[in-house]
């Protein structure tokens, strides 16, 4: 069996700079190359229901578990509905207040104030700071502050509030997150654009929907002086908190292929050497009805037999329906399921976001700790929205997969009949290390099943045609005509 490996975040964890602070939020700090800019100004901007008030929460209770005192004013939400969605979430707030580790601030406006106009941010700052000489509170987080200038209804007046606000945190030094409201596309009203050029650090929050499918996505705009990664990230609001999923190295940290292991067809494993191998990837393509599924089920057994963990992720079938069809090739699953060596998880596609597919895959190889990965099929990923989201579905969950040793086994259904050419039909060939090709050919009046392997890496496999067929035994695979140097 492959040793214990590293969690992700241990795999993943950047060092931290003397000049950032760790969010310690799951994801993010990798994508930031630490954390966000100490002293400074970071703005988190986005749409209605982005996460942005919740990102900024978790901010300062990360902050406030770690023992660092930390401050969330919000001119949006009470005090009262602050702890509520926490509470949601797990995070109990109220024993960081009593130990003077959190303090919440809900700026109420005078209504009187406001139709005098009679109001600015002097009066707020001035409780902060005594909060905060009072808490030796270091991180602060600003929720909606345009929620609060916009009543004063005089563009020049909300940019000098703002400016000041930025300078006030400055001359403190103080790490503060300020969220912004955005459009539905993320971008600002054009009075607030010069928010972006204030700010040491822009992260955009999006949440958009495609095919009927909504997804969320983050992406860090600027960071003065600092690396960080550019790319859009999906991330999910999880019933812990904030989720991100980056792929941010630089270079590959794929661990090399390693023993073989078997196929469950003693037949196969001859034409390929062996077997599978150890951390690598393998898809089984072809049209329907040719077996793939049969020879991942097949697969399945094998392992769990020899006491190795498998996870099964299936798009297209439930548990029942998958152990029913099982019962005609004879393969039973059901004692390796109730002995908790199989972990079955099957939802539609079409149930949610790509991020939250990922994150329930991620959590479930967390807690289970797969030797084998089998996911039936890559091509019901599609549905999840777009190609593209298929594509970064699949590519970070092989990823993570290559990182931890754990061997992928993929099934793919070809929409037609050339399927040399389609192959996965996602871009995923070159992190795919074999790619057996099933098929169905009519032969004098009839069907007849064809394998073939197209490539294996590192192996000297048969390059011919074999005929298989499945029976009540399971799948009968011939090997006539392959030599052991048949390449």
């Not at 400074?40 to 749409?47: S, V």
């Not at 207040?97 to 106009?117: K, R, V």
């Not at 929720?143 to 609060?148: C, S």
Request: glycine share 10%.
């Amino acid at each position: 069996m492959r040793p214990q490996a590293q969690s992700t975040e241990e795999q993943s964890r950047p060092p931290q700079g003397k000049h950032k602070v760790p969010t310690r939020i799951s994801g993010l700090d990798n994508i930031l190359a630490g954390g966000v800019p100490k002293g400074a100004l970071t703005l988190l901007r986005g749409g209605p229901g982005t996460g942005k008030t919740m990102l900024g929460l978790e901010f300062v209770y990360r902050s406030a578990l770690a023992g660092r005192p930390g401050v969330f004013l919000s001119f949006e939400e009470r005090e009262t509905a602050l702890r509520r969605y926490a509470n949601n979430l797990g995070w109990d707030l109220e024993s960081l207040e009593e130990q003077g580790l959190l303090i919440l601030i809900g700026a109420h406006l005078n209504p009187d104030a406001i139709f005098s106009g009679d109001f600015d941010l002097r009066g707020i700052l001035a409780i902060l700071e005594n909060k905060i000489a009072a808490s030796g509170a270091r991180e602060i987080v600003i929720d909606a502050p345009d929620v609060f200038l916009r009543l004063l209804d005089h563009t020049a007046k909300e940019r000098v509030e703002l400016h000041m606000l930025n300078e006030w945190l400055r001359n403190r030094d103080l790490t503060a997150l300020m969220t912004v409201k955005g459009g539905d596309n993320g971008r600002f009203p054009s009075q607030y654009n010069f928010l972006d050029y204030m700010a040491d650090c822009v992260i955009r929050l999006d949440q958009r929907t495609y095919e009927q499918v909504a997804t969320r996505r983050l992406q860090v705009l600027k960071y003065r002086g600092s690396s960080f990664g550019q790319n859009e990230y999906p991330f999910g609001i999880t019933p812990s908190g904030f989720r991100i999923i980056p792929i941010t190295q630089a270079n590959l940290q794929h661990r090399g292929l390693g023993e073989p292991v078997s196929s469950g067809i003693s037949a196969l494993d001859t034409l390929l050497e062996g077997g599978y191998r150890r951390a690598s990837c393998t898809l089984l393509t072809g049209g329907s009805g040719t077996g793939k599924t049969t020879f991942a089920c097949s697969f399945a057994r094998s392992a769990t037999a020899q006491g190795e963990r498998v996870l099964y992720l299936d798009f297209e079938e439930s548990w029942e329906a998958l152990t029913a069809t099982m019962q005609s090739p004879g393969i039973n699953l059901q004692g390796a399921y109730d002995s908790g060596m199989l972990r079955f998880i099957s939802n539609l596609p079409e149930s949610q976001g790509i991020e939250d597919h990922l994150i329930q895959a991620f959590a479930a190889i967390e807690e289970f700790q797969p030797d084998f990965l089998i996911v039936d099929a890559i091509s019901a990923c599609r549905r999840m929205g777009a190609d593209q989201s298929a594509f970064d579905y699949l590519l970070r969950l092989i990823d993570i997969c290559k990182q931890r040793g754990i061997t992928t086994l993929l099934t793919n259904l070809t929409a037609n009949s050339a399927e040399e050419d389609e192959i996965t039909g996602i871009d995923l060939s070159s992190v795919i290390d074999t790619v057996l090709i099933l098929r169905n050919r009519e032969c004098a009046g009839t069907m007849q099943r064809e394998l073939v392997i197209l490539k294996s890496r590192g192996r000297n496999h048969s390059m011919r045609v074999h005929n298989f067929a499945i029976t009540s035994q399971g799948i009968g695979l011939s090997v006539q005509g392959a030599q052991p140097h048949d390449v």
